[in-house]
């Protein structure tokens, strides 16, 4: 089979998921498979530190890792939350808070230097936020980053954007948008994207499976990567959802309907990744 070079095709371009796997295959040894977390592999809960992997979704896991370069976890979860949350999954690279924190194959976690002056600024605001924000607000700290979610409350979404986004000016943090949450972060340059660009550099080919307006960033760098090299595989596949609306379908080359479908999904792949 000649190269497919998926990644470089334009969004909404018609794909054969049947026929991107058997490319992928060619090259098997050589590709990564990025997943994020919340949304992608675990479904979104009310409670945030409620949510567990969708079924058949760490066992098929489990069976891509060997047959794959690497599986890596990219989410704005802690890497601790990740590592307790994918049930002893070996072998894997996870990637916390963005890139702020990463652990390779199991190993130590290791934090971006330029942010670790900001825990304790960090730290205040998550007092300051559960202090000031109304009931029904949830504040969930996670040591280099705060989230502010209105799940539960969607009519407080105005007001904990704009005491966020007050906050982020005043102390000169970046915020991320997501799923009914804005996140608080240091004015570091680690993002989505530019983890998957470096994680890519001298692979063959990288698929990557998210749902939310950060992992846009992802599908760039894929992108990217394959703008550079006309033999390089990359595959861009949203798990769509209402609350992020067409954006992150529309950038996608594949849509799955939901974590559950992910699962689903991954354990068809496995026949032709022999």
Known sequence: MPPLNLGNQQPKTPLDAEH???ATADRVGDVVLFFDFDGTLAPVDDDPTAVRPAPNVLTALEALAPRVRRIAIVSARPVEFLRDHLGGLAGVDLYGLYGLEHSHSGGETVTEPAALPWVPTM???????????PPGALVEFKRLSVALHWRTAPQLGDLVQEWGRSQAERLGL???AGRMVLELKPPVDRDKGMVIGEAVRDAGGAWYFGDDVSDIKAFAALRARAATDPNFLGVCVAVANPETGHEVADAADLTLDSPAALGDFLTAALPHLT
């Not at 730290?123 to 924000?133: D, I, P």
């Open 20 to 22: 991107a796997w058997r």
């Open 123 to 133: 730290a205040e605001l998550a007092e300051q936020a559960r202090a000031e924000l």
């Open 174 to 176: 970046r915020c991320q």
